[in-house]
């Protein structure tokens, strides 16, 4: 059974940290193309981070460049990001995303189910 | 960063109708426009990708047309389960970036 489990959030302080994890299973995690997708309460959509399949490449949306980062370890079939200097405005779910894309074509599209981060004092 | 902008905000349908939702960028994205399903609860599903191709397991109902900066998702006959929010998103620049949702709701 295909997989992506989210962990790691929680309630955390303005200006702190917190590290997110996405563990894998059921496919091969190292073939994939990951991102970091979140959805502020009520909110929509809104891309935070991608990771090529090696971890060479990397992307992040303006609103969290500098403070979030995204890594990846294949050997372990996980998916990390990092948030540091966090804001009110970061309080969002946080979804694991994979992609597995054959000469641009995507053969498959895997969502984890979430993980919930608040930033509040 | 491309903005994309999605019409109409909320489509108020009844089963059995047809659904017509709408994307529009604020430059060319070629055809690396996706489309997404999200209900209540659930993360999104990818239902089209390159503007027009289903993903795998996606019904026939659900057709997508477009290329440069104009997109249709077309959902051909309403079914209950169709009843969500859905979301367009390009892959043709960094950022990525989603539209703001067009939520299909039941009349």
């Known amino acids: 059974e295909v997989q992506l489990v989210e962990s790691g959030g929680g309630l955390v302080q303005p200006g702190g940290s917190l590290r997110l994890s996405c563990a894998a299973s059921?496919?091969?995690?190292?073939?994939?193309?990951m991102n970091w997708v979140r959805q502020a309460p009520g909110k929509g959509l809104e891309w935070v981070s991608y990771i090529s399949r090696s971890g060479s490449s990397k992307y992040y949306a303006d609103s969290v460049k500098g403070r979030l980062t995204t890594s990846r370890d294949n050997a372990k079939n996980s998916l990390f990001l990092q948030m540091d200097s966090l804001r009110a405005e970061d309080t969002a779910v946080y979804y694991c995303?994979?992609?597995?894309?054959?000469?641009?074509?995507?053969?498959?599209?895997?969502w984890g189910q979430g993980t919930l981060v608040t930033v509040s004092s | 960063e491309i903005v994309l902008t999605q019409s109409p905000a909320t489509l108020s349908l009844s089963p059995g109708e047809r659904a017509t939702l709408c994307c529009r960028a604020?430059?060319?994205?070629?055809?690396?426009l996706d489309w997404y399903q999200q209900k209540p609860g659930q993360a999104p599903r990818l239902l089209i990708y390159d503007a027009s191709n289903r993903a795998t397991g996606i019904p026939a109902r659900f057709s997508g047309s477009g290329s440069g900066t104009d997109f249709t998702l077309t959902i051909s006959s309403l079914e209950p389960e169709d009843f969500a929010v859905y979301y367009c998103?390009?892959?043709?620049?960094?950022?990525?970036?989603f539209g703001q949702g067009t939520k299909v709701e039941i009349k």
């Open positions: 604020s430059q060319s994205v070629s055809s690396y």
């Open positions: 998103q390009q892959r043709s620049n960094w950022p990525r970036t």
């Open positions: 995303a994979g992609q597995y894309m054959v000469r641009g074509v995507i053969i498959n599209d895997y």
């Open positions: 059921g496919f091969t995690f190292s073939n994939y193309e």
